[in-house]
């Protein structure tokens, strides 16, 4: 019987992004703002009658929702990182909130462009100085949340679109904390409707274009419904282990066929935020260990979990395919 410990070999699936904790109380104190702001515009829209205000703070209640889904999300995965019954870690669960919110967005953004429609049929008073004060603070906290969930992964996940190393390249491209970058444009399509809505305000108050209001709010459903459709498909594509990027497929199956090997089959998905997963199947006429092509794939940053599997190619003919 052997005694040997086999703990030289084996790892932690715990695939968390590096600022997990950090992030997660970020979110849960912009949840907080974002709902007493919330029930304020919602209430002072009503009784000033504005529908853009209303529309903002209906907004800004699933805005609150979806980043209390968020919070809950890195909650779930810190407190299961390391249970073994998720075979690759709780990485993905902050896609999966993102994906679940998007879908509640787009819901409630469809409900406010029917009752927007309804006002330009039937417009209804509104008192224009009020409300317009009440945006106005509806856009300052849009603004200090931005703040408090802008992270310098966000640029670099802008600024290294278009790099041409592929290893630097695809290190920025799944660093980045899908979660917190899906609350962080939320919530700065919140800022953009705040502004409809003052612009929408002002036209009414000075110009007397009171349809201006429940205009301003169908075209704020349309960048909503616009944001929820692209954060569903970006949190889809992790959800179903679609590769994050061709090119680092590529570098990685540049760094392995060297020599006269074959890679013959190819797997790469996302972990989490900063961890892809590979495996490899590896053909060649003079098979090395796994251990040397994992070192070949040693400086590509973000690769976590990487199993490589090797077959040996026995014969010319099979050399020549």
Not at 169 to 195: C, F, G, I, K
Not at 247 to 269: N, P, Q, T, Y
Request: charge should be negative; glycine fraction near 8%.
């Amino acid at each position: 019987m052997h005694t040997h410990s086999i703990e030289p070999w084996s790892h932690a699936h715990v695939f968390l992004g590096a600022k997990h904790e950090r992030h997660e109380r970020r979110i849960w104190f912009v949840v907080a703002l974002t709902a007493v702001m919330m029930v304020a515009e919602i209430v002072g829209g009503t009784i000033f009658g504005s529908m853009a205000v209303v529309a903002d703070g209906w907004h800004m209640s699933t805005h609150a929702g979806a980043l209390a889904i968020a919070a809950l999300a890195y909650r779930f995965a810190r407190h299961h990182a390391r249970d073994p019954r998720f075979t690759f870690g709780t990485g993905k669960v902050g896609e999966l909130a993102a994906f679940t919110s998007a879908l509640i967005l787009a819901m409630i953004a469809l409900a406010i462009g029917y009752e927007a429609a309804l006002r330009l049929v039937a417009p209804v008073p509104i008192d224009f100085e009020p409300a317009t004060w009440l945006a106005v603070v509806g856009l300052g906290v849009n603004l200090a949340s931005a703040w408090l969930l802008f992270d310098e992964d966000h640029q670099h996940a802008h600024a290294h679109a278009h790099a041409h190393d592929d290893d630097d390249h695809e290190h920025h491209h799944h660093a980045h904390d899908s979660n917190l970058r899906a609350a962080y444009v939320h919530v700065l399509a919140d800022a953009m409707t705040s502004v409809l809505a003052i612009v929408a305000l002002l036209a009414g108050r000075f110009y007397g274009l009171v349809w201006m209001d429940p205009a301003m709010a169908l075209v704020g459903v349309c960048v909503i419904l616009s944001w929820s459709v692209g954060l569903t498909r970006s949190a889809g594509t992790v959800l179903l282990d679609m590769v994050p990027d061709r090119r680092l497929a590529g570098a990685i199956r540049k760094r392995l066929e060297v020599d006269g090997d074959r890679v013959s089959d190819l797997h790469l998905w996302r972990l989490g935020p900063g961890h892809a997963g590979v495996i490899a199947s590896v053909v060649s006429d003079c098979p090395q260990p796994p251990a040397e092509y994992k070192r070949r794939l040693e400086g590509i940053a973000g690769l976590s979990h990487v199993t490589v599997e090797v077959h040996h190619c026995a014969g010319p003919e099979h050399a020549a395919a």
